[in-house]
């Protein structure tokens, strides 16, 4: 088929999911182009710069740099270079409560086995099944499966991706971390179970009590080599950087600060979206055959309004099935970020890129009784010589920045004074050995991203809304599609760009046959 005779294909949202999609379609020869409010692209995993300090705005460390894994696979079909990364190893220190020597989570399989069978006596056989989960899993994963699917042609690939030994990982399909710690009584550990629940809360938004084992053991295996998790040389941004590169050399469009304030339908499905310029503040209706949201599931249903045709054979696929779901979620986390740029002798000798803090067993995780911190390496080009960045996050209500009554200054500034006090018990942060401080709240991402109440990190990977129990990519209005962290397989830049890579499968087969 002729490019002029491909449908035209509009992506809503510059995120890495949008970005990969719009890439991938522009290969191929669609006509593409991608609309976003933002000021530079790549969503969660952008960047801002201050003094000559570069921040990573959200995401921090990069999987699927590996041969086989999605980055390579997709950075290989564009035709364009990988970013030059360094692994993470460790890929995270964890700092449990009182404790000063941490849970380092090494790169290396059988270092990290010798570390937790140290922290954890007794628990090998919990690791070992959780291993035998993974492995079955990353086969099947790595089959390019479609799920949850949502037609006959989605299922044929889901069929075409089992295996016997995928047969491993059925029965658990029901079940969470929280049950296989019963199995193996190994629920009273509390150590363990801390720092479970620490690692699970940052990769399925919830903690080992209701995340999907399945979910688990690849999040939890994915640190160690053939896999692993790097960190990118520069920021996070040479990699939306290079896959904008691709898309305009392909011939596609990027329009940046471009606010999409409706996606309009007919009783055929998706007929285009309706963009504003923020600069002139012109308004029109992009028509297009194909839309790609790389936007959460409560921002589509927003997107969509009442507009979408309602009449599909089963109920729970129609819009309205769609809406109702979507308002029974539970509410997910926001997060609070504190960014610093600091004289490079605050750091550590020896200090790892990624650390974990839980400051109190009795509090929850996040509301900054618990951090994630990420810090720059000498040379990785995200500070001035001398110098390095430290940024560290922390989950939060989001409703508590929202609302008449609410002083936002002030929530802010008690929330940043907290963190930088705790985080001095670790880094040297007197007054003198920082230079730039700035943080990010709710209020923050939902001004920068357009993501419902500053939201991160998606769909919590519960075993309801995991798998086959999840949210779909395509969604149930003809010519409509969703990527990003609420589809599967969830979150990160790894998970969102297999989303894409799904969406632009879909399509084909869709346009092709």
């Not at 995120?15 to 991938?24: M, R």
């Not at 937790?116 to 099947?140: D, K």
């Not at 075409?160 to 049950?179: E, K, Q, Y």
Request: with cysteine; proline share 6%.
């Amino acid at each position: 088929m002729s490019k002029s005779s491909l449908p035209k294909v509009v992506v809503i949202g510059a995120g890495i999911g949008g970005l990969t999609a719009g890439a991938l379609l522009a290969k191929r020869g669609y006509d593409v182009t991608i609309f976003d409010q933002a000021i530079v692209p790549g969503g969660c995993a952008s960047t801002f710069k201050r003094q000559g300090f570069t921040f990573d705005v959200g995401a921090t460390q990069v999987a699927g740099l590996e041969q086989g894994g999605i980055h390579q696979r997709i950075f290989s079909e564009l035709e364009i270079e990988l970013p030059p990364a360094t692994p993470c190893d460790p890929a995270c220190a964890v700092f449990l409560p009182g404790e000063t020597t941490p849970i380092s989570v090494w790169r290396d399989p059988e270092r990290w086995q010798a570390e937790r069978q140290q922290q954890f006596p007794g628990s090998e056989p919990f690791w070992q099944f959780l291993q035998q989960l993974f492995t079955a899993s990353w086969e099947f994963q790595s089959r390019d499966p479609i799920l949850p699917p949502r037609n006959l042609w989605d299922v044929t690939q889901l069929v075409g991706a089992l295996r016997l030994g995928t047969l491993i990982t059925v029965p658990f399909t029901l079940s969470t971390v929280g049950d296989a710690l019963k199995w193996f009584g190994l629920a009273g550990d509390k150590r363990l179970r801390t720092f479970l629940d620490l690692q699970l809360k940052l990769y399925s938004q919830v903690t080992a009590a209701e995340t999907a084992l399945l979910y688990a053991a690849t999040a939890l295996g994915v640190s160690q080599t053939p896999q692993g998790l790097y960190h990118l040389q520069g920021s996070m941004q040479v990699l939306s950087d290079r896959l904008v590169a691709s898309l305009e050399r392909d011939g596609g469009k990027l329009l940046m600060r471009h606010t999409v304030e409706s996606i309009d339908c007919d009783e055929t499905g998706v007929t285009g979206v309706k963009i504003c310029n923020q600069k002139t503040g012109k308004t029109w209706t992009e028509t297009a055959a194909e839309v790609v949201a790389n936007v959460t599931a409560q921002d589509l249903v927003r997107l969509l309004g009442d507009a979408a045709p309602k009449s599909h054979p089963l109920p729970l696929l129609s819009i309205d099935g769609y809406r109702s779901r979507v308002k029974t979620l539970p509410q997910a986390s926001g997060a609070f970020v504190v960014y610093l740029g600091v004289k490079e002798s605050a750091i550590p000798a020896g200090c790892p890129p990624h650390l974990q803090f839980l400051y109190d067993y009795d509090g929850i995780i996040g509301e900054n009784n618990s951090l994630f911190v990420s810090v720059s390496h000498p040379g990785d080009g995200r500070a001035p010589g001398g110098k390095a960045t430290i940024i560290a996050s922390s989950f939060v209500d989001p409703h508590q920045w929202y609302g008449e009554g609410v002083d936002y200054d002030a929530l802010k500034a008690e929330y940043t004074a907290t963190a930088i006090a705790k985080l001095g018990a670790y880094f040297d942060l007197a007054p003198e050995n920082i230079i730039v401080t700035e943080a990010g709240t709710p209020r923050t991402f939902e001004h920068y991203t357009g993501r419902d109440r500053g939201i991160v990190g998606g769909i919590g990977q519960r075993v309801s809304t995991f798998g086959p129990f999840g949210f779909a990519t395509r969604i149930p209005v003809a010519g409509l599609w969703m990527v990003g962290d609420s589809t599967h397989p969830g979150e990160g830049t790894a998970g969102v760009s297999y989303s894409a890579l799904t969406v632009v499968r879909q399509i084909e087969q869709q346009v092709l046959g």
